[in-house]
């Protein structure tokens, strides 16, 4: 089942898909920078304990074992700023994306409203598709003609 904050995050995501589809490309980009950085981490991570496992005498005296440190070192610190920055793009993206959190909230209460009609009559059966594909077509039509009235009146027909 479907709550109703669950379908205005996702109404948001296709309000801002499609009216602002730059905040979404960056936004998916971030995500994908993201997990890019953790995957190196833990790569970094993983190439330490290995070369401290198969290290042989002393770790202090291991000259290629310390320039390998240094380097994840500088890798790690380099990666962990790209994150802080990573992470204060994310915050100005959804700040962004919320300007349009009011038109997934009405989405998200008509939907459920149209779903409690169905409770008066059984002619009344709304699917959760079926409403994204008005949802989509009442945004789209509104870029389309450039009419600000006609999102409403189209959800209204």
Sequence with gaps: TVTERGLEDQLLAVVVLLERPDLAKQKDDLIQQQNNFKIKLQELEDGILEQLASAEGDPTE??????????????SIEVAAKMIIAAETEVAINLASEMYRPVANRG???????????????????SLNSFDIVYQRAITGRIATGDEEAPAEEAAA
């Design 62 to 75: 291991n000259i290629v074992l310390i320039e390998n440190l240094e380097a994840s070192k500088a890798t």
């Design 108 to 126: 998200s209460l008509m939907f459920f409203l149209l779903s409690d009609l169905f409770k008066i009559h059984t002619f009344h059966f709304y």
